[in-house]
C-alpha cells in the first residue's frame, strides 16, 4: 500500500489571521519502505513571514519572493498525493493550511479519512510522554541531528521513520562486527530500523529450482 508522509511549514500558526503555505514536502512509502518518489517546493505565500515562523524554519521574505505561488503548483500536488493516506505529525495544522490553500482556488479539500495522524499513534501509544517529532526521534534512537531548523523534506524523512516504528515496533538491526564501550553505546549509538525486502530474481529462482532437483534426487532418489 502506498502512503504520503507530508509537512508544510508557514507563514504563522493561524489561517484564520490569513497565514500560508512557505514549503510543501512530500515523500511517497509503498508497504511502508521509501520509494524515491517525493513532492517538493517552496512557495511564495504573498505575505510577510511572522518572526516568530522565521525562527521556526528560517525562510525570509526576501528568499520566497522569487518562489511560485501555490496556484502554479498545486494540480501537480493533487496528483502527486491523488488518493493515497496521507501520515502528517500534528495533521490538524498541516490539513487546516492545506485546505485554506485549496478552498481559495476553488478546490476539492482533503478529507480528514485521507489522513493518518502520527501524533494521535503516539498518544495512544506513549500516555503521558513528550510525543514531538524531537522525542520520538530519540525514543526510537533516531539520528535527527540534521534538523537544526524545521525543514518540510528533513521533516517528512525522520517521520516516516518514526511512522514506521509507532506502527510496526521493528527490532533493531544489530551490528555484531563493531565493538563499542558498554558505558558509551547506549548514550551515543543510533539503531536502524529496517523494512528491506530482498526478492530473488528469476534466475535465482530457476537455478535454485535445478539445485534442489539435484540435490533432492542424489540424496532421496
Same mark, same amino acid.
Given at each position: 500500500m ?6 508544510t ?15 510543501i ?15 517538493h517546493?517552496?512557495?511564495? &505565500?504573498q ?7 522565521? =525562527? ?6 526576501e528568499?520566497?519572493?522569487d ?15 491523488? @488518493?493515497?493516506? !496521507? ?6 495544522? @498541516?490539513?487546516?493550511? +492545506? /485546505?485554506?490553500e485549496?478552498?481559495?482556488l476553488?478546490k476539492?479539500?482533503?478529507p480528514?479519512?485521507q489522513?493518518?495522524?502520527?501524533l494521535?499513534i503516539?498518544?495512544e501509544?506513549?500516555p503521558?510522554?513528550q ?6 526521534c ?5 539520528d535527527n541531528?540534521?534538523? =537544526? +531548523?524545521?525543514?518540510a523534506l528533513?521533516?517528512c524523512?525522520? !517521520?516516516?521513520?518514526?511512522?514506521v516504528?509507532?506502527?510496526?515496533? =521493528?527490532e &533493531? ?5 563493531e565493538k ?6 547506549d548514550?551515543?549509538?543510533t539503531?536502524d530500523f529496517?523494512?528491506?525486502i530482498?526478492k &530473488?530474481?528469476? /534466475?535465482? +529462482? ?16
Amino acid at each position: 500500500m502506498k502512503e504520503i508522509v507530508l509537512d508544510t511549514e508557514t507563514t504563522g500558526l493561524s489561517v484564520e489571521k490569513g497565514h500560508r503555505i512557505v514549503e510543501i514536502g512530500c515523500i511517497e512509502l509503498d508497504d511502508q519502505i521509501l520509494t524515491s518518489n517525493r513532492f517538493h517546493c517552496y512557495l511564495n &505565500p504573498q505575505r510577510k513571514v511572522s518572526e516568530e515562523a522565521f =525562527k521556526v524554519h528560517g525562510y525570509s521574505d526576501e528568499f520566497l519572493s522569487d518562489k511560485k505561488k501555490f496556484s502554479e503548483v498545486v494540480d501537480d500536488f493533487i496528483k502527486f498525493i491523488g @488518493d493515497k493516506k !496521507l501520515v502528517i505529525h500534528n495533521a490538524q495544522f @498541516d490539513l487546516s493550511h +492545506l /485546505n485554506n490553500e485549496l478552498k481559495i482556488l476553488g478546490k476539492n479539500l482533503i478529507p480528514k479519512d485521507q489522513v493518518i495522524d502520527t501524533l494521535d499513534i503516539a498518544r495512544e501509544k506513549f500516555p503521558g510522554s513528550q510525543i514531538s517529532l524531537d522525542a520520538l526521534c530519540k525514543r526510537f534512537r533516531i539520528d535527527n541531528s540534521k534538523r =537544526k +531548523l524545521h525543514t518540510a523534506l528533513i521533516d517528512c524523512e525522520l !517521520l516516516s521513520k518514526v511512522y514506521v516504528n509507532l506502527i510496526d515496533q =521493528k527490532e &533493531p538491526k544489530l551490528n555484531f562486527l563493531e565493538k563499542k564501550d558498554d558505558t558509551d553505546s547506549d548514550k551515543n549509538s543510533t539503531i536502524d530500523f529496517c523494512k528491506n525486502i530482498i526478492k &530473488p530474481t528469476s /534466475n535465482e +529462482l530457476k537455478e535454485h529450482q535445478n539445485f534442489l532437483k539435484k540435490s533432492l534426487k542424489k540424496n532421496y532418489f
